[in-house]
């Protein structure tokens, strides 16, 4: 059994968000709030194959986030089979494929969400990362498949517990994707992707056109739930949820087998803290009313922020460095928010240069 299967239903992720959820986030989500699954930021294929050497920091993952998925997009076939080697070469629990990205750079190029115009070379797509992690399994060596001598020397640079020759084993392949390009498409681009059997199909209740605006359509993600029963693929819905009084509510009227959370965990890894407690409720069948206000949201110290978003700046610089420390600003000032004295933190914390300065800032130094 893969370990989509073992985890208790529903499943509740951290969402991959680019910028937002890398290795130093997730792993202060997975020491703080425990999601059922972590992904990495989406990452190109093409990048990867062309030497670029962003995947390296794309692709570093603790173990305490396992399962680890690899998120990738591109739209080149032989770009996907090798990648998915890579993949597999580094001890990921499982590979996503991200047909949901609606970012002009990506989508125009008929990449992510771009690919719902495109079913055919989605599914092309799909069959050459199926074939990558296949051949991966059955031996074959990252030497044999033309990959840059540049590629495998980062990739053999990479400290992950890679699987010896006994433990090749064949992850799970998963898509992630939204309800429609500019209108709901849900009845003729869902089949397409079910077709091709992916183990898990997480789908955003929004289209491309929407980009983040309004509200996720989860009636449509109840369709999806439809549309996938009796194919054995999980399906994940995704947008809006805030809490996990939110999760009980959509996977009560929808019934999917999961969802993932993104944006509500920004500054907040806590959010998944309480998720035995909403797969216990759901499991009892409980209605909305019997949750808990201390579950709805969940409630946390100013002391136990200030730990957090201590550790989060010191891990963050200790993976990174200092010269790339203006990118947990944003985490700072999302940390900064709801208890007295948030907004003068918050202000000083988006100047912060580096893990000292915040210490101080908090008082801790
Ligand atoms: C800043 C940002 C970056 C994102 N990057 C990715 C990404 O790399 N891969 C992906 O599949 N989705 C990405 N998403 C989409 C989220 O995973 C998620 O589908 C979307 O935000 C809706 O869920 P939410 O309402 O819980 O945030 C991103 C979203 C945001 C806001």
Not at 75 to 80: M, S, V
Not at 123 to 140: S, Y
Not at 340 to 357: D, F, L, T
């Amino acid at each position: 059994m893969d370990f989509w299967h073992r985890i208790e239903k529903p499943i509740i992720g951290l969402s991959p968000m680019d910028g937002v959820t890398d290795a130093s986030f997730r792993l202060v989500a997975a020491r703080h709030g425990r999601p059922d699954l972590c992904m990495t930021e989406f990452t190109s294929v093409e990048a990867i194959c062309r030497g670029a050497d962003g995947f390296v920091r794309d692709f570093a993952y603790g173990e305490c986030e396992r399962p680890i998925l690899a998120q990738i997009y591109g739209r080149t076939p032989e770009a996907y089979y090798q990648v998915a080697h890579v993949v597999c070469e580094l001890g990921f629990d499982g590979l996503d494929i991200n047909m949901g990205c609606p970012a002009k750079n990506v989508a125009n190029k008929g990449c992510g969400a771009g690919l719902i115009l495109n079913p055919e070379l989605a599914v092309t797509l799909i069959r050459a990362t199926r074939r990558g992690i296949e051949d991966w399994t059955a031996g074959q060596r990252l030497e044999d498949i033309g990959l840059a001598a540049e590629v495998l020397e980062r990739v053999r640079s990479m400290s992950h517990g890679r699987p010896s020759e006994e433990e090749r084993r064949a992850i799970p392949l998963s898509v992630k994707t939204r309800v429609g390009y500019d209108r709901v498409q849900v009845d003729e681009w869902i089949p397409v992707l079910l077709a091709e059997r992916p183990v898990a199909l997480s789908v955003h209740g929004r289209t491309l056109k929407q980009m983040y605006k309004g509200q996720a359509d989860w009636d449509t993600i109840g369709r999806v739930v439809e549309l996938a029963r009796d194919t054995g693929t999980l399906v994940l819905g995704n947008g809006d949820l805030k809490s996990m009084a939110d999760v009980v509510e959509r996977v009560r009227r929808t019934g999917v087998d999961g969802v993932l959370l993104g944006r509500g965990a920004m500054g907040n890894p806590w959010v998944f803290r309480d998720k035995q407690w909403a797969k216990d409720a759901l499991a009892r069948g409980a209605e909305l009313g019997a949750v808990p206000p201390e579950v709805s949201r969940v409630e946390v110290s100013r002391e136990e922020r200030t730990r957090v978003l201590l550790e989060h700046s010191r891990h963050f610089e200790g993976l990174w460095g200092e010269h790339r420390f203006p990118a947990m600003r944003k985490h700072l000032a999302w940390y900064c928010k709801g208890f007295r004295g948030a907004a003068q933190w918050r202000a000083r914390m988006v100047r912060a240069r580096n893990a000292a300065e915040v210490a101080r800032i908090v008082g801790a130094a």
